[in-house]
């Protein structure tokens, strides 16, 4: 079989399979499996392939024809400047969450060496990007989940990037800081079941969870919070930070144009 018509016949085979973006999946998973570009899939595309190559592609797309998320099929995805390693031991670092890290550094560009803690760090995404855009921030990480932190730490390797990582939750964020952000697990229990079946490839216990922005909010002892919330949540987590004490309460849109931050000042 040569090049072009394996990309053909994979194309089909996502679409059939209910991938939702059948062609660019393809794509991608050609290239990792074949270390090639993608530029390569075209440029060579009379190449014939070898049993071993086509052996490594169908691997690929097996796992990704069961609806297991791109990301993790390949092992890795881009967040903001970095490549971070990603399997089903954290959620995917997704686009809108680097609107979180965008409105951190906003609220962090004066300081010289601030206090930063992510809650509930997962991969590492939001912490190391923050750790590799404003170099003189001192960033802890923690997580519940070993498995987790586990990866993170792979990741801060990766990246050679400098950050505190332990175990632990709302609590280290009474602890005193600059700034705490957090991406807490906002689907509903009656929502799970019907997200999409990529979905629930990922940790449940990192998406499924009601009233922990407030929790969080109530917890911390911070000078700024910036959380990142589901659909049609921000109004009633601005409300929550409001009601607790904090000011200047902000609600930015990600680039679906998704009310997707709330984020509060206290003094």
Known sequence: MRLAELLRRSTEYLREKGVPSPRV??????????ALTRVQLYTEHDRPLTAAELERVRVLLRRRGRREPLAYVLGEWGFRRL??????????????????????????????????LDVGVGSGAIALAIADEHPGARV???????DALELA????????????????????????????????????????????????????????????????????????????????????VAGALAGLGYAEVRITRDLAERERVVEGHRA
């Open 25 to 34: 999946d393809a794509e991608l998973l050609l290239a990792e499996g074949l």
């Open 83 to 116: 490549t971070l390693s990603v399997d089903a031991r954290a959620l995917i670092p997704r686009p809108e969450t680097e609107v979180v890290v965008e409105r951190c550094l906003a609220l962090l560009a004066a300081e010289e060496a601030p206090r930063v």
């Open 140 to 146: 802890t990480g923690v997580d519940v989940s070993a």
């Open 153 to 236: 730490r792979e990741n801060a390797r990766r990246t050679g990037l400098e950050v505190d990582l332990r175990d632990g939750g709302f609590e280290v964020a009474a602890e005193g800081w600059d700034l705490v952000v957090a991406n807490p697990p906002y689907v509903r229990e009656d929502e799970y079941e019907s997200v999409q079946p990529e979905i629930h490839w990922e940790p449940r216990a990192a998406l499924v969870g009601e009233g922990l922005h407030a929790e969080l909010a109530r917890a911390a002892r911070t000078r700024r919070l910036v959380l990142e919330v589901g659909d049609g949540q921000a109004g009633d």
